[in-house]
């Protein structure tokens, strides 16, 4: 008898030990939400999505079991931080959505930010990029992380701005310095990725300022070593 109670009690413990362990992973699982603009999705010259850096984000996490969920619902072309802070004030919910932006943004456990490189670079066209629309823009990225601040608890991971054709060295630094000193005062990690523009091999063609495969990857990476 002693012998089926110990049997018993072993396969018992096991039980427990699998249920305690099965939930502690749960937990810990990411919950991975992307807001961004065309870059953050994976644009091409093509006028189409490929696969975005946070693609690859959400592929490592799959590959170590560690995924709980991804929503991108706001990372898509010519998205901007006044659109985000449209949606939030309204608390937009997307069609077909069960949740609402705000309750998207609140269930993330990590949270990547890669907006406003397109906008910049719109009006870096048009010769619109003058100091007062930097500054004015900078502005509502610190409205932004304040509002986010207030919504989540998640790792905020903001990435950076980089030069291109048409968005030149200068404004970059100065974007990114601004950028960096924001993601010390909200407590969000700043993932530069200025760097990157060294060579030709991680965009789509020498004028095009979308990335291709392996500048997403090389992204992902720099997003993966900041975890």
Request: with cysteine; charged share 20%.
């Amino acid at each position: 008898m002693r012998r089926k109670y110990k049997i018993l009690f072993i396969i018992g413990l096991s039980v427990l030990l699998t249920y305690f362990i099965y939930f502690f992973n749960l937990e810990h699982k990411v919950y991975l939400v992307a807001i961004g603009d065309g870059i953050a999705s994976g644009e091409t010259t093509f006028n189409i999505d490929g696969i975005s850096y946070n693609d690859y984000l959400k592929e490592y996490f799959e590959g170590k079991h560690l995924l709980k969920n991804y929503n991108q619902s706001y990372a898509y072309k010519n998205y901007k931080i006044s659109n985000l802070i449209n949606d939030l004030n309204n608390n937009k919910t997307k069609p077909k959505s069960k949740l609402n932006v705000k309750q998207i943004i609140h269930k993330a456990t990590i949270l990547t930010i890669g907006i406003g490189e397109e906008e910049l670079v719109k009006l870096a066209m048009t010769n619109d990029l003058t100091k007062e629309v930097l500054d004015d823009y900078l502005k509502k990225y610190d409205v932004m992380l304040a509002m986010l601040k207030e919504i989540t608890e998640a790792k905020i991971m903001l990435v950076s701005f980089y030069e291109n054709s048409y968005l030149d060295k200068s404004n970059v630094i100065i974007l990114n310095a601004e950028l960096n000193n924001l993601a010390l005062k909200y407590d969000c990690s700043f993932i530069n990725i200025s760097d990157l523009i060294v060579g030709n091999d991680y965009f789509l063609n020498s004028k095009s300022y979308y990335f291709n495969y392996k500048g997403h990857q090389e992204i992902a990476n720099m997003l993966i070593h900041s975890i």
